[in-house]
């Protein structure tokens, strides 16, 4: 697994190697220990017998080559995953989310009978008003981050191709959950309402996403790598679609704060997308998907983790650009 320090990569660890997995497993997460990356967010498998970490880069060629070759599967959660950040500089979007897949697949390619399952986004559509993208939908990436993921998908969809490569690509809308960076929204927005801070809410606040707990995503990936089909796309969603608004007024409430002296309208994000939205027919269909999670609880129980878990959060750089307040 690599990116297995992160957000939803530890979130998957934990899943398969706790009580709920499937108990025949053992993992090995390649993890780079970005400013993302957070070896707490492993402590809880830290000492199972099927547990192994390794600090390194998914683009040292060397170094995954070697491990390919003790593997049979690989998980790619590895990338550089904020957009705001890719906006500022995009030099290590490429680096990481291109060269690294590459370098992943290349290997997985010479190792031969590899399976890899590649964790990609909605946001390599780009951004649709109405309806929703089924897979065969021409990719129209519009920001930095999600052309370098757009680029690693082809990229690993080539492999399959080309060399026969088992590659499954997922593309999930928006997680939320417990252990989220607070740069993403719903973290940042909670830790600062906990804090008395306001929120910078972009642009008009019309935005729209669709909101996917880290559970149903966990839930939608191992489907892919246990059933799925090589060289095959599966879409993820998690089926609640809120306008940033609507989302900024539900956290408002979790958290005990109120819109006047909360909420900041900020200068708009460069390029923002209006709305992501999957059409998960296939992964239903085929696989048997089907998100769980009810949005409200989820949200609550998110909320009640950053109260119950200051110690994770208070001492992080969230790293937010201050925004001109419109
Ligand atoms: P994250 O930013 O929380 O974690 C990324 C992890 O990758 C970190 O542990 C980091 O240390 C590691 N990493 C970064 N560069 C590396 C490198 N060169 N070598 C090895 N490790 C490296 O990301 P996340 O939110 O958990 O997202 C995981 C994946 O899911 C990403 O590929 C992202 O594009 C995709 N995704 C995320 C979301 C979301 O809502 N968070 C939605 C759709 C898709
Ligand atoms: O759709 C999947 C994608 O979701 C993933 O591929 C990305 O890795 C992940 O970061 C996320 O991208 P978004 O850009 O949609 O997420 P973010 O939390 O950054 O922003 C969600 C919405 O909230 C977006 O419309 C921008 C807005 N926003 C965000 C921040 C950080 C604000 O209004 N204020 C903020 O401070």
New binding site residues.
């Given amino acids: 697994m690599?990116?297995?320090?992160?957000?939803?990569?530890s979130h998957y660890v934990r899943r398969l190697l706790g009580p709920k997995g499937p108990g025949d497993v053992s993992i090995t997460v390649?993890?780079?220990?970005?400013y993302?990356?957070n070896p707490a967010n492993l402590d809880e498998v830290r000492d199972h017998p099927g547990f192994s970490f390794v600090h390194?880069?998914?683009?040292d060629a060397e170094l995954v080559g070697k491990l390919m070759v003790e593997h049979d599967q690989v998980v790619h959660?590895?990338?550089?995953?904020?957009v705001d950040r890719s906006i500022d500089g995009g030099a290590e979007f490429v680096?990481?989310n291109v060269v690294?897949t590459h370098t992943l697949v290349e290997a997985a390619h010479c190792a031969g009978d590899r399976t890899l399952v590649h964790?990609?986004?909605?946001e390599v559509y780009g951004s649709i008003d109405t309806g929703s993208w089924p897979e065969t939908h021409p990719l129209a990436p519009n920001s930095p981050y999600s052309a370098a993921?757009a680029s690693s998908d082809l990229l690993a969809l080539s492999y399959h191709r080309t060399h026969g490569l088992d590659v499954r690509v997922t593309r999930?809308?928006?997680?939320y959950g417990h252990h989220h960076?607070p740069e993403?929204l719903i973290p940042l927005f909670v830790t600062n309402l906990l804090d008395g801070k306001k929120v910078p809410l972009y642009g008009d606040g019309g935005n729209v996403r669709d909101w996917l707990h880290i559970d149903d995503h966990v839930q939608g990936i191992e489907l892919v790598r246990t059933k799925g089909r090589a060289g095959e796309v599966y879409n993820i969603g998690g089926g609640t679609e809120l306008s940033n608004k609507e989302l900024t007024g539900l956290l408002l409430e979790a958290c005990g704060a109120d819109w006047e002296t909360s909420v900041e309208y900020v200068e708009d994000r460069k390029g923002h997308d209006r709305r992501y939205s999957v059409d998960c027919t296939k992964i239903r269909e085929e696989l048997g998907y089907a998100p769980r999670k009810d949005f409200r609880e989820g949200l609550a129980e998110t909320v009640q983790w950053y109260r119950d878990n200051r110690a994770w959060w208070e001492p992080v750089d969230k790293g937010t650009a201050s925004r001109r307040v419109v």
């Fill in positions: 690599t990116g297995g320090a992160g957000f939803i990569g390649l993890d780079l220990l970005t993302a990356g390194g880069d998914i683009c959660f590895a990338a550089e995953s904020h680096r990481t690294g964790v990609s986004t909605d993921k999930c809308s928006n997680n960076f993403k």
